[in-house]
């Protein structure tokens, strides 16, 4: 049976990229987004199981040592992780999965899923990504500037992935995300069933 792509986007903040991985997936239904676990209290309107699986703290340390996370960070004092086990079943059952993590955790799931999909946003220039962090106004200058530094060390991490993506228009990234996904689905390493079944004719 065909196995589905792993499909790994990141990017800095200010890149974009949740707006582009949400076009994405509105383009190609077939592609479904990874659910990520936490120990963080949910939200009012947040289901388990749509917008996180929400486990305790005592739960996700068991799954660790279990080793049943793709990958797994503490971020202000709660946890969040990528479910190993979900991932490789819909994956083997030939669906396709976004995966829309930091560059820390992707590199995680790099060294252990290296036949991934691993795509990089870029801000059309450090101008507009420090024009976009600013924007949201949210933000004392003090933070605004650990942000885009925080940015700077993340875009640099880039290179390390498959291919790059510069977020000038949603629409143009996202046709561009989607060339890469069609173009990764016909290589040969994926479709060697093809060549048994038509040895078989």
């Not at 987004?33 to 996180?52: I, L, M, Q």
């Not at 030939?94 to 995680?108: M, N, P, R, V």
């Not at 790099?110 to 024009?131: Q, T």
């Not at 942000?147 to 390390?160: D, T």
């Amino acid at each position: 049976m065909y196995k589905g792509l792993l499909i790994v986007v990141s990017g800095a903040s200010g890149t974009g990229k949740g707006t582009v991985c949400k076009k994405l997936l509105e383009d190609m239904p077939k592609i479904s987004y990874s659910v990520s676990a936490t120990t963080r209290a949910a939200r009012p309107g947040e289901t388990d199981g749509k917008e996180y699986y929400f486990l305790s703290r005592a739960e996700f340390e068991e799954r660790i040592s279990k080793n049943d996370f793709l990958e797994y960070a503490e971020v202000y004092g709660n946890y969040y992780g990528t479910p190993l086990n979900e991932i490789e079943t819909r994956i083997n059952s030939g669906e396709s999965i976004l995966l829309e993590i930091d560059t820390q955790g992707a590199l995680k799931v790099k060294d252990r899923c290296p036949e991934g999909v691993f795509i990089f946003l870029l801000p059309p220039s450090l101008a507009e990504l420090r024009k976009r962090i600013e924007g949201r106004g949210t933000e004392t200058p003090e933070v605004l500037e650990k942000r885009f530094n925080a940015a700077l060390e993340e875009i640099s991490v880039g290179k390390k992935y498959d291919y790059v993506v510069v977020n000038d228009e949603v629409e143009k990234a996202v046709e561009k995300i989607k060339a890469v996904i069609s173009a990764e689905s016909c290589k040969v390493s994926r479709n060697l069933n093809e060549f048994e079944m038509i040895g078989e004719m």
